[in-house]
């Protein structure tokens, strides 16, 4: 195992052993990994503690100053990119060459925070009354908690330690109980480029409730950020009311990819394939809904099923592998739940479904279905895995109709040329995201998050450093 393999708690710049202990397994080969600490609510609240104490001397910082720790990290970050890839393979299951890519995307909103730690400005603001002059500055929330998914073990991470560090706040964070060694090696980073102890804290857990409610309760954090379920985040929410905790929460979605008869149909598979299949389509704005316009459905279909079919799936150790295996079984059953129940349904499964047992459990074969209907579970439900359900519509009225029929709103795609209709179906898409042409929407300096039941706030972008202050208006008497 790499160096950066850790297994205790990191709270105050120390590793922090526990009695209990949790297993993290490789879900390509059933092999334990690690026996990680459990962290409970005493250990969670004494990393509160901790970021508390910390931050009085981190939030005086100047600006420069935290920009080159961030730096630093991000340097450190780029040079151990394979080892930290490696790992997060191990753990989660996805390709190598996938996770070092996610390592590079996780190190650039350090890289891009580290920048916008010296671009926090404020305002002076015209007053009727010349004896007086108002001052809005930004100020740091305080002590931040963050609450992590396991389909991205660093890239979540990062997106959210980056910028409430570079606004001069501290965290807690607690990892997810399938993938914690990710945060657990890039703690170890920080901690080895001079990031002072207590700054960041992480917590592993296998009582991610407990300790969830502990970090959303308490009336020292005041900034929760969530990434995960939309039941999960209704929960958070409802806790963080106790103290009115300032909330950021990036919560599912099902997503559609609408394909109109104007679109390049080559580019607009190739696009589905790419943003259908990262992590096996374990993320949360992989395509779930394929909208396909009647007239060209089946020519989409034949291109889709074609690219799908050479799509190789193995352990993330192999050479040239598309897909892992799927995170655990409850993924697995989920998966053939829907494609099960969308079959006695009437769907047509046109490739895989099913597991490819002569790999392993966990591993799913990638699948076409069509025939797909509104009225499925499969059309309602997030599938989170290498699933392609094609639904069909006539015109671009009931596509955007289609699309827009969920509660949920965080990343939408279309295909299309026409210009005038790319502008009038982007308006008409209710996310937070659109992808025209592309299936691509990520980036550090692109705001990401949702609307609806798909959450509150941005992350990244110059916009996603905000979530991390306070505005204070000072009003200056007396200078006439």
């Given at each position: 195992?790499?160096?950066?393999?850790?297994?205790?708690?990191?709270?105050e710049?120390?590793w922090?052993?526990?009695?209990?202990?949790?297993?993290?397994t490789?879900?390509?080969?059933?092999?334990?990994?690690?026996?990680?600490?459990?962290?409970?609510?005493?250990?969670?609240?004494?990393?509160?503690?901790?970021a508390?104490?910390?931050?009085?001397?981190?939030?005086?910082?100047?600006?420069?100053?935290?920009?080159?720790?961030?730096?630093?990290?991000?340097?450190a970050?780029?040079?151990?990119?394979?080892?930290?890839?490696?790992l997060?393979?191990?753990?989660?299951?996805?390709?190598?060459?996938?996770?070092?890519?996610?390592?590079e995307?996780?190190?650039?909103?350090?890289?891009?925070?580290?920048?916008?730690?010296?671009?926090?400005?404020?305002?002076?603001?015209?007053?009727?009354?010349?004896?007086k002059?108002?001052?809005?500055?930004?100020e740091p929330?305080?002590?931040c908690?963050?609450i992590?998914?396991?389909?991205?073990?660093?890239?979540?991470?990062?997106?959210?330690?980056?910028?409430?560090?570079?606004?001069?706040?501290?965290?807690?964070v607690?990892?997810p109980?399938?993938?914690?060694?990710?945060?657990?090696?890039?703690?170890?980073l920080?901690?080895?480029?001079?990031?002072?102890?207590g700054?960041i804290?992480?917590?592993?857990?296998?009582?991610?409730?407990s300790?969830?409610?502990?970090?959303?309760?308490?009336?020292?954090?005041?900034?929760?950020?969530?990434?995960?379920s939309?039941?999960?985040?209704?929960?958070l929410?409802?806790?963080?009311?106790?103290h009115?905790?300032?909330?950021?929460?990036?919560?599912?979605?099902?997503?559609?990819?609408?394909?109109?008869?104007?679109?390049?149909?080559?580019?607009?598979?190739?696009?589905?394939?790419?943003?259908?299949?990262?992590?096996?389509?374990?993320?949360?704005?992989?395509?779930?809904?394929?909208?396909?316009?009647?007239?060209?459905?089946?020519?989409?279909?034949d291109?889709?099923?074609?690219?799908?079919?050479?799509?190789?799936v193995?352990?993330?150790?192999?050479?040239?592998?598309?897909?892992?295996?799927?995170i655990?079984q409850?993924?697995?059953?989920?998966?053939?739940?829907?494609?099960l129940s969308?079959?006695?349904?009437?769907?047509?499964?046109?490739?895989?479904?099913?597991?490819?047992?002569?790999?392993?459990?966990?591993f799913?074969?990638?699948?076409?279905?069509?025939?797909?209907?509104?009225?499925?579970d499969?059309s309602?439900?997030?599938i989170?895995?290498?699933v392609?359900?094609?639904?069909?519509?006539?015109?671009e009225?009931?596509?955007?109709?289609?699309?827009?029929?969920?509660?949920?709103?965080?990343?939408?795609?279309?295909?299309?040329?026409d210009?005038?209709?790319?502008?009038?179906?982007?308006?008409?898409?209710?996310?937070?995201m659109?992808?025209?042409?592309?299936?691509?929407?990520?980036?550090?300096?692109?705001?990401?998050?949702?609307?609806?039941e798909?959450?509150?706030?941005?992350?990244?972008?110059k916009?996603?450093?905000?979530?991390?202050?306070?505005?204070?208006?000072?009003?200056?008497?007396?200078?006439?």
């Amino acid at each position: 195992m790499s160096s950066l393999t850790k297994k205790d708690c990191f709270i105050e710049g120390h590793w922090v052993p526990t009695d209990k202990r949790f297993s993290v397994t490789n879900p390509a080969t059933g092999e334990v990994l690690a026996e990680v600490a459990d962290a409970d609510e005493e250990l969670t609240q004494r990393a509160i503690n901790v970021a508390e104490t910390a931050l009085k001397s981190w939030r005086k910082k100047t600006a420069r100053e935290r920009a080159l720790l961030l730096r630093k990290w991000y340097e450190a970050m780029m040079e151990n990119k394979q080892a930290l890839g490696e790992l997060m393979s191990a753990e989660q299951g996805k390709p190598v060459a996938e996770a070092v890519g996610e390592v590079e995307y996780g190190a650039s909103f350090v890289d891009w925070f580290a920048g916008e730690a010296e671009r926090i400005d404020g305002d002076i603001l015209p007053n009727t009354d010349s004896s007086k002059r108002v001052m809005v500055t930004k100020e740091p929330v305080g002590v931040c908690a963050a609450i992590t998914p396991w389909n991205f073990p660093n890239a979540m991470i990062t997106r959210k330690i980056a910028p409430a560090l570079a606004a001069g706040c501290t965290i807690v964070v607690k990892p997810p109980q399938l993938t914690p060694l990710s945060s657990l090696a890039l703690a170890q980073l920080a901690s080895e480029v001079g990031i002072p102890d207590g700054v960041i804290n992480i917590i592993p857990t296998s009582d991610a409730k407990s300790v969830g409610k502990r970090l959303a309760t308490s009336p020292t954090v005041r900034k929760l950020s969530f990434t995960g379920s939309t039941g999960v985040g209704k929960i958070l929410m409802q806790q963080c009311a106790e103290h009115i905790t300032k909330l950021s929460l990036e919560l599912g979605g099902n997503a559609p990819f609408i394909v109109f008869d104007d679109a390049d149909i080559e580019q607009a598979a190739e696009q589905l394939i790419a943003c259908k299949f990262r992590n096996g389509g374990q993320t949360c704005v992989s395509a779930n809904r394929i909208l396909v316009q009647q007239s060209i459905a089946e020519k989409f279909t034949d291109a889709v099923v074609s690219k799908v079919k050479a799509l190789k799936v193995g352990p993330g150790t192999e050479d040239n592998v598309d897909l892992g295996p799927l995170i655990d079984q409850d993924a697995v059953d989920k998966i053939q739940r829907l494609v099960l129940s969308a079959k006695s349904d009437g769907a047509t499964i046109e490739t895989g479904g099913s597991v490819m047992t002569e790999l392993g459990d966990l591993f799913y074969a990638p699948t076409v279905l069509t025939g797909v209907t509104e009225e499925m579970d499969i059309s309602e439900e997030e599938i989170f895995g290498p699933v392609v359900a094609i639904n069909t519509f006539e015109s671009e009225e009931e596509g955007i109709e289609k699309a827009n029929n969920t509660p949920f709103g965080l990343a939408s795609y279309f295909a299309a040329k026409d210009t005038a209709r790319i502008f009038r179906v982007s308006e008409a898409l209710e996310y937070g995201m659109v992808g025209v042409n592309t299936g691509g929407i990520s980036h550090a300096y692109n705001p990401f998050g949702g609307i609806k039941e798909s959450g509150l706030g941005r992350e990244g972008s110059k916009y996603g450093i905000d979530e991390y202050l306070e505005l204070k208006t000072v009003t200056l008497g007396g200078l006439g």
